[in-house]
């Protein structure tokens, strides 16, 4: 019986932490559209709603890159602690053969590991609506990392944690939201020089949207082909399909363009609006390809713990290397779609509009940035976050515009955000993991 409630209550939580994921980090792809006017806010959740699930769904990591991405040794759960943080271990009872029609009791290891990740999840869902209602967006991946390491301390000890890849999460902190910052700056100095500030920008956008549109499909294809689809490709196989995609959207978009500018004088006044709206087209695309990305690769900081613990409880192999269930990564993309469309809109507003002016080209420039790093860092093994690379790509762009474009008292509520988001998930986590572990001794 209580196995059963165990049960109900870990899909009831892992429900609540996809929820929240959907109401915090979807921001990462529809902030900057909604901040520049190319979507608003109810056709940006429904894009995002779709694509978010549809990467959730087709696209979901497995458990064992999300359980921390081998930050805890799951190898120390199947050794028996000297004493754990609840207290000394009880006595051994008597083996008791279960029921013919119910499955065997979880084993102590199991047990600490599936009650870990149950405290795991409820401690960064936790974390992450307190983060949504001040409208700070924060890092799931971290939220979920710290949490894992909390209750894993606790469980097992200090020793079980992979300290020199804790070295490496840290360092990409740094790392990708300078490169996305880094790399905004320079495409939207580009367009503004090229393009804005030309005396022509009509005629200069015409050869400029078609060459960021194919440079956008080239990546997309890429991602697809390199990551997304885990088709394991090599670069030789996978850059002249992506680069063949790019060039024929390239040659589509000029067309395109000129089709819609041949024999059509823009007046004076109209030169920058007709610009902005190409550029607001572009921006679209590459929001919903953020989408797709942010489902498939997040929604296993939900599902990924929530896997384990519900095979855990229902005698199963925790921390196993199987598969997560289709079913589960259902439950992952509705609980995404639904917080996104019934809290999400704190945190894209935030993204889309506090930290400083966007428009379409400014946010083509932070979401090119964003994909592109999330994409090369990817395969360079680094372990970054959406979110920090999008609010470094933005700050990038506000950079570019003048230091005073940034506000930065803004910056500095995401940045405090970010800084405690490890060690905040990391204690509630142990204190729910405490509490379980000395209500269900079992």
């Known amino acids: 019986m209580i196995l059963t409630v165990l049960l109900i209550f870990t899909l009831v939580v892992g429900f609540y932490m996809a929820w929240n994921i959907g109401a915090n980090d979807v921001a990462n792809a529809m902030g900057t559209p909604v901040g520049s006017g190319a979507l608003t806010l109810k056709r940006a959740i429904i894009l995002a709603g779709i694509f978010e699930f549809l990467g959730a769904f087709f696209v979901g990591s497995n458990v064992a890159e999300t359980i921390g991405n081998g930050i805890v040794t799951l190898d120390a759960f199947h050794r028996r602690p000297a004493a754990s943080a609840a207290g000394p271990a009880p006595a051994q009872a008597p083996e008791l053969r279960p029921a013919p029609d119910r499955p065997p009791p979880p084993d102590p290891a199991t047990k600490r590991l599936a009650v870990g990740m149950l405290a795991a999840l409820l401690a960064s869902a936790i974390w992450l609506n307190v983060a949504t209602f001040f409208g700070q967006p924060v890092s799931t991946t971290h939220a979920i990392i710290g949490a894992v390491i909390g209750f894993a ?32 700056y320079l495409t939207y100095s580009a367009i503004r020089r090229f393009v804005l500030r030309s005396r022509h920008p009509v005629h200069m956008a015409r050869q400029a949207v078609p060459l960021a549109l194919g440079s956008v499909v080239f990546i997309l294809t890429l ?77 296993a900081n939900a599902i990924g713990p929530l896997a384990t613990a519900v095979a855990g409880f229902s005698g ?127």
């Open 153 to 184: 301390v606790v469980a097992v000890g200090p020793a079980c944690i992979r300290w020199t890849k804790m070295g490496t999460i840290a360092a990409s902190w740094v790392i990708s939201p300078l490169v996305g910052g880094a790399i905004a």
């Open 316 to 442: 199963g192999e925790a921390g196993g290397s199987a598969g997560i269930p289709a079913w589960l990564l259902a439950i992952g993309g509705a609980g995404i779609v639904l917080g996104l469309a019934t809290y999400g809109y704190k945190v894209i507003h935030a993204v889309g509009r506090k930290i400083t002016e966007i428009t379409p080209t400014r946010g083509f420039s932070a979401e090119f940035a964003t994909a592109t790093t999330v994409l090369v860092c990817s395969k360079l093994g680094l372990p970054i976050s959406t979110t920090f690379v999008l609010v470094g790509a933005v700050m990038g762009v506000g950079l570019a515009r003048g230091f005073a474009a940034i506000d930065l008292r803004v910056i500095r509520r995401i940045f405090t955000s970010w800084v405690i988001t490890i060690p905040v998930s990391a204690v509630l986590a142990a204190a729910l993991y405490w509490i379980l572990e000395a209500i269900l001794r079992f």
């Open 223 to 299: 991602s697809v082909l390199y990551k997304g689809l885990h088709l394991n490709l090599n670069a030789v196989h996978a850059i002249p399909p992506a680069a063949a995609a790019g060039v024929i959207a390239a040659l589509a978009g000029g067309a395109y363009v000129r089709r819609h500018t041949r024999n059509h004088r823009v007046r004076l006044h109209e030169r920058y609006e007709v610009v902005e709206r190409w550029f607001a087209r572009i921006q679209i695309l590459t929001a919903c390809y953020l989408a797709f990305a942010h489902g498939a690769n997040d929604v």
